[in-house]
Each structure stands twice: as C-alpha cells, then as structure tokens.
C-alpha cells in the first residue's frame, strides 16, 4: 500500500486549529504554522511510520483513526493508544534525535496533518509558549500512561473495561466500536477472550447492552 500526497482542504477548522498546543495562537499566527504543514492521505492498515526510523515530525489526525503499538522481542502486538481527530503524535521526538520506538497505522482510511519537525522548532523560537504547551501534553500523557499501568497491574478484568466503556461513551452512554475488539483488549492488557467474557458479564449483569458496533451503558 502506498501513501498518497493531495492537497484535501479542512472542513471548517483546518486540522491544526483543533490541536491544544496550537488553538491559542492568534489566526495571523495560525497562518503561518499552516504554510509548513504537509497534508497526506493513508489508506486503511497502512503504515505511517515504524519503530527505528528516524523520525521528528508531528503528525496530527484529521480524519479517520491511527493506532500505535509496540512489539514484544516474540513479535506480540500492544497497542498504545488510539488516535481520533484533533490526537497528535510525535511530540516527544521533536527536541531528541532518537529513532522512534513505536509504530503508527491506519485503522480506517485517515487524513493526517505533518508537520516537519525542524520547521517546527523554528516556529517554537518565535512563540516560545508552544514549547510550554508541548511539555504540558507530555505530562498529561505520562500521567496518563502511569494510570493505565496501574489499573492493569491492580485493577480487575471488569473494572479495566467498564473505566474504558465510560471514557468513551457519548452523551446518551452509547460507545460506537471503530476498532477492533482485539486492539480494544490490547490496551487493556488482556486477551480478546477476556474481553469478550467480561462484556458477556456485564450485559448479563444488565450494565451493559451490546449491539453490531455499539455498546450501551444502562
């Protein structure tokens, strides 16, 4: 699969502007991170990046859904995270010339905005408060990553998924399922099996209904 380049225009609000280390600039200063930015389209289970390379740019979610993983030394997948519109990645290679230790797919067809890292870097000097934002993303994202560790460490099968099910639900307590149930039991540590199980439970417990991609808290 290959990665096509076009030039897809945001609806409404460009990309950029829903990202919290951007959306307080001023338009005028708004205009000028969107002439760095590189728009590109990736395909469904495509590959945006892999762990090794060398890598610095900031990629941030239009449209679609992006997941990162890891791999285990016996080839075991552990997803990270899950990307949606507005997410972005790539903050932490930015002032590091490591390589990437994480990798990026497309779940579904997506839209991404990326931005080069050393342009960037060039914007921060002129508007040191985006380098404050970045730092306080970064720490959002540890805090956030320590809470997940701790929960698969300590926390119950069903516990670990009804916390999930409540991050995710929409305003009438319907969780649409745009992934896989396997990448789903992935982040929270547990198999597939599990999950399934602990889902069968709770609909059984009526805390749950479950319909074809939709789970509904009661």
Excluded: W
């Excluded at 239009?62 to 903050?91: A, W």
């Excluded at 639900?169 to 599990?194: F, P």
């Excluded at 069968?200 to 009661?218: C, F, G, P, V």
């Amino acid at each position: 699969m290959t990665c096509q380049h076009d030039n897809f225009m945001c609806e409404d609000q460009n990309c950029i502007s829903l990202v919290p280390i951007f959306n307080f600039l001023s338009n005028e200063e708004m205009a000028e991170i969107q002439k760095i930015v590189k728009k590109k389209t990736y395909v469904k289970g495509e590959m945006i990046f892999l762990a090794g390379e060398e890598n610095n740019n900031l990629y941030v979610v239009h449209q679609g859904l992006v997941k990162i993983t890891k791999y285990s030394n016996d080839g075991k997948e552990q997803v990270l995270r899950i990307l949606r519109p507005g997410d972005f990645l790539g903050e932490h290679n930015l002032f590091s010339n490591k390589s990437l230790d994480i990798n990026a797919q497309a779940v579904h067809n997506s839209k991404l905005c990326v931005i080069e890292g050393s342009k960037l870097k060039e914007l921060i000097l002129k508007y040191p408060e985006i380098a404050f934002k970045i730092l306080e993303e970064i720490s959002y994202r540890l805090a956030k990553a320590e809470e997940l560790l701790k929960n698969i460490a300590i926390e119950s099968a069903e516990k670990r998924v009804i916390d999930l099910l409540i991050s995710l639900c929409d305003e009438n307590n319907v969780v649409t399922l745009d992934m896989k149930k396997k990448d789903i039991a992935s982040m929270l540590g547990m198999s597939a099996e599990t999950l399934s199980r602990t889902l069968s439970n709770l609909e059984k417990n009526n805390i749950i209904r479950q319909s074809k991609n939709k789970i509904i808290i009661l």
